[in-house]
């Protein structure tokens, strides 16, 4: 079981020999998380601390009539009590705060509901307390009344007529139009390339499936967390457990209507995201009990608080139809996806769409996305969001089509496989992908032809893709006089981008990983700096300090002019050895002449880079399913991911094996199981069920380097893609144990069970 | 607020006092009471493991402990896991094999890892992934959590030997 990497025969940057990039230096901060010395939000001490506790609603959809806090205000130690009342109101404005233009009012709503709970956990009020014990008997204190509603949790029937409503002022936007009607659905958008009919005339075989996927949580380990001091001068401090500081400071800054000047955010460690840890919700509470108390104020979500009142990953409704020739090219494709946005407008089916079709080069397509609310919590994003639930109905649709047509499935996906240029049906035409390098290593790899070794046992393949972005990150490096550097950045670092971003200078300064010291800083000690997501740090991150080392070379080199009393253009830079002539001086020696030679050197990158590159992820699965209690194991698996260049492999594998089990749970186990009255009966971590060590086998990877051209060492951003292919892939290999084709995620025991018993009778 | 007792436990090899409230689990009070905040809650129920530590000899999740019920009890916590200056080969282990990704989970991992190899040192993988069930990781998909204790294991038999 041994982790390989296939490096592209091309040559060219990520063909070069580097020093730094490509080897596996210990993360720095290391020695801090081994010993649990690393201090995450839930970790901070201050002087004076409350603790807080957030009122939440028990009804998926109701009015809210009446609160009144007078009851717990009175009970000894709290401190104070807030409501969507002692918020600003959001009046019509429109921001954008990361995450596209969004109505004020929808954020705020989100944070403390106003008129209406639109889900069950929605938030309604807070209380401040001398301990979490007391804050918690406080909010349970608070009244509030209720007139409960009839509530909608799934796409299809909240896009029929006569469902209940969830916004009254929510108009359909179709086509660039609005509708004149109050609809749970928010926007109708559609993609489309050639000529759809043309396309299934010609075709030989067409296969047309409908899917429904489950609503999801990323189950980060640590749940949020928020801690804020309203300050006497006016500024607002806030240490928490977020993707993005700055996202943080602009929302809290706007939902409090104060200047973004007067928010100060402090990343604490984070224990986990995947998207999840993005949005806002318990900082400005926290600062708004802050205002009212003059202490700093801490909240601590539970895990039945994570589950209920953060944003999972929407649950969706997808029609997928294939069209392919006898000669095995797909000659049209059309997708429906109608995901849920939870209670306020802005499912992934965005993204969904772009990533749907992105693998295949095909000529006419037609792709139509929903995104609407439904009385479940707010989605947020979710590794490669929108893009598994997408793959999952678009690659099973492709096995099945492969099948027919008598076509080794990998070999009918390289035969469709999208390359520079293809157009995707979303506008933008493929950069430089690796999408058949990465499938043709998917048909190299030993687990591909090795025999399954028993009965009831299969062996499925998929493919995926997450388009990535870049945005915009700042980087300073300052020159230590020992000739070191310490490097400071902005994005939190949740699986080890701190080493990736270092190793990226210290390759350009010709010095070692360890000789740079990265910090991740507060939002006051650092440029803006966008959200770690999107698989942008590695690549983003890494470019601006990139930059910012480019900028120390070049002060260096005028230093080392100065020193040797000549011009600057005689001065050569070659890894870390600064020459003129037949003189030379390394970095750390030239280092130890800043004083004399100027002061301090500080390098400064701050980018917003074009050149992101996209990243395929396959992966290869074996199954044995239970013919008696429909049980799925997953008995092999191997990941096969583009990462353009490896910066750090160790942790490139890491995020291509963690992806992939979040997948497998995704496939196989996990929901959010509702009832009817919009309830989730599995809010905890024994019922909500996650893979643990005992479900798996180990996650074999191999990196395919095809470097992107976006990047100076040819990174691409790794994070996402390998999430997207599992769930196709085991539901492929679950045919091939089981004849069944299942259509429905989680792929859990009772509905293999269920589908076995459909297809005997 | 409640009445609170003074309990007194060895942790981390030291005698130690602290004040406890009735309802207050063993994780809270190394965490808020004596600053220990290595150990995490992840779901305070005993579902993820995060606040594992070692009580007379067996792992436990602290947030399923009371706070009184540690009383003359002997407790490691991650704290107490490095030998003086130097870590314990499994955490070593841990950074050589990149075992972590957002370290949330991996105070737990390492407890219930070196209270596997003080009682078997040399465990299969499948008895690994058995033993570390009760721990739950969302970033890594536990290989290199597997492969690392592999490791530490090999390491310890050397030392050993």
């Excluded at chain 1, 759809?196 to 429904?212: L, P, T």
């Excluded at chain 1, 590159?613 to 096969?640: M, N, Q, Y």
Aim: aromatic share 6%.
């Amino acid at each position: 079981m041994k982790t390989q990497t296939e490096t592209s025969t091309e040559t060219g940057i990520g063909g070069r020999e580097y020093a730094v990039v490509g080897t596996r230096p210990i993360r720095h901060d290391g020695a801090d998380k081994v010993t649990g010395r690393a201090q995450y939000g839930a970790d901070l001490r201050l002087p004076g601390l409350l603790h807080g506790c957030i009122v939440r609603s028990p009804y998926a959809h109701a009015r809210i009539r009446r609160i009144d806090t007078a009851k717990a205000a009175a009970l000894p130690g709290v401190k104070a009590a807030v409501t969507a009342a002692d918020l600003p109101g959001a009046g019509d404005r429109i921001v954008d705060l990361g995450e596209g233009a969004t109505p004020l009012s929808y954020i705020r709503g989100n944070i403390l509901a106003g008129e209406k709970v639109l889900y069950k956990g929605h938030a309604v009020a807070a209380v401040a307390a001398v301990s979490p014990h007391v804050a918690e008997e406080a909010a349970g204190m608070i009244e509030v009344e209720y007139e409960p509603l009839p509530c909608v949790l799934t796409a299809p029937e909240a896009m029929q007529a006569g469902a209940p409503i969830l916004h009254d002022d929510l108009r359909t936007e179709e086509f660039g139009k609005r509708a004149a009607k109050a609809s749970n659905v928010a926007q109708h958008f559609r993609h489309s390339l050639g000529d759809i009919e043309k396309g299934f005339r010609e075709a030989d075989v067409i296969v047309e499936r409908e899917f429904r996927t489950a609503t999801v949580h990323q189950g980060y380990i640590e749940p949020h967390n928020a801690t804020a001091l309203w300050n006497h001068d006016g500024r607002v401090h806030i240490w928490c457990s977020t993707q993005g500081a700055f996202v943080v400071r602009d929302t809290t800054a706007c939902i409090l209507d104060i200047p973004v000047s007067q928010v100060k955010v402090t990343p604490m460690e984070i224990g986990g995201g995947f998207g999840g840890k993005i949005p806002v919700y318990l900082e400005p509470v926290a600062a708004l009990l802050s205002k009212k108390t003059g202490r700093p104020v801490k909240i601590v979500m539970s895990r039945k608080d994570v589950f209920e009142g953060t944003g999972p990953t929407p649950g969706s409704y997808i029609k997928v139809k294939i069209g392919a020739r006898k000669d095995g090219r797909i000659t049209a494709a059309q997708a429906y996806l109608a995901y849920e946005a939870g209670a306020y407008p802005g499912a992934m089916v965005a993204p969904g769409a772009m990533c749907i079709f992105a693998a295949y080069d095909i000529e006419n397509v037609v792709i139509d996305g929903f995104d609407v609310v439904v009385n479940k919590p707010s989605t947020a994003a979710y590794r490669a969001p929108g893009a598994t639930n997408a793959a999952f109905a678009a690659e099973t649709v492709v096995d099945e089509i492969a099948e027919k047509l008598g076509i080794d499935p990998i070999d009918f996906r390289l035969r469709n496989a999208a390359k520079e240029g293809t157009r995707r049906a979303d506008g933008p035409r493929h950069r430089r992908i690796g999408c058949a390098e990465v499938l043709e290593a998917m048909k190299r790899h030993p687990h591909y032809t090795a025999p399954l070794g028993g009965p009831h046992r299969g062996r499925g393949v998929a493919i995926g893709f997450w388009f990535n972005v870049g945005l915009p990150s700042s980087c300073t490096i300052s020159v230590n006089a020992d000739g070191t550097v310490s490097l400071v950045e902005g994005s939190t670092d949740i699986g080890g981008t701190r080493t990736s971003v270092a190793m990226q200078a210290a390759e350009v300064l010709g010095i070692a990983a360890e000789d740079v010291r990265p910090t991740v800083a507060d939002t006051d000690s650092v440029g803006y700096t966008a959200v770690t997501g999107g698989s942008r740090v590695t690549f983003s991150t890494g470019l601006a300090a990139y930059d910012a080392a480019q900028d120390v070379v070049r002060q260096m080199k005028e230093r080392a002019a100065k020193l040797w009393e000549i011009g600057v253009e005689q001065v050569r830079a070659e890894r870390g050895i600064f020459c003129a002539g037949d003189r030379s001086i390394s970095f750390k020696e030239l280092a130890a002449h800043l004083e004399e030679t100027g002061g301090p050197v500080i390098g400064r990158g701050a980018v917003n880079p074009k050149g992101v590159g996209g990243s395929f992820a396959g992966c290869i699965a074996d199954v044995e399913v239970d013919p008696e209690t429909g049980k799925v194991s997953v008995l092999r698996f191997t990941s096969i991911q583009d990462a353009g260049k490896a910066i750090h492999p160790s942790y490139v594998e890491g995020q291509m094996q963690g992806g992939s089990v979040q997948g497998i749970g995704w496939a196989l186990n996990e929901e959010y199981y509702m009832s009817p009255e919009g309830v989730m009966l599995n809010a905890s971590l024994l019922d909500y069920r996650m893979p643990t060590s005992l479900d798996l086998p180990p996650i074999e990877t191999v990196i395919v380097e095809v470097p992107n051209p976006g990047h100076p060492f040819g990174a691409r951003g790794v994070g996402e893609a390998s999430i997207v292919p599992p769930p196709a892939a085991l539901a492929n290999a679950i045919y091939r144990a089981a004849g069944v084709r299942l259509n429905s995620l989680p792929m859990k025991p009772s509905v293999v069970m269920e589908a076995i018993w459909n297809a005997k009778a | 607020m409640r009445a609170r007792t003074q309990v007194q436990a060895t942790i981390n090899g030291e005698t130690v006092e602290f004040l406890c409230e009735p309802r207050q689990s063993l994780l809270e009070c190394l965490r808020d009471e004596l600053g220990l905040t290595g150990a995490k809650e992840g779901c305070n129920d005993g579902n993820c493991g995060a606040c594992t530590v070692i009580l007379d000899g067996r792992i436990v999740n602290s947030c399923l402990v009371l706070g009184l019920e540690a009383a003359g009890s002997e407790i490691t916590t991650i704290e107490g896991i490095a030998r003086g200056a130097e870590l314990h080969p499994v955490q070593r282990a841990f950074l050589e094999q990149a075992a972590l990704q957002c370290g949330f989970c991996t105070p737990g991992f390492i407890v219930a890892s070196k209270a596997l190899l003080d009682e078997e040192p040399d465990p299969s993988p499948e008895r690994i992934r058995l033993w570390l069930a009760n721990n739950l990781c969302r970033c890594t998909g536990y290989d290199k959590i597997v492969r690392a204790v592999e490791q530490a294991a090999a390491q310890l038999q050397k030392v050993k030997a």
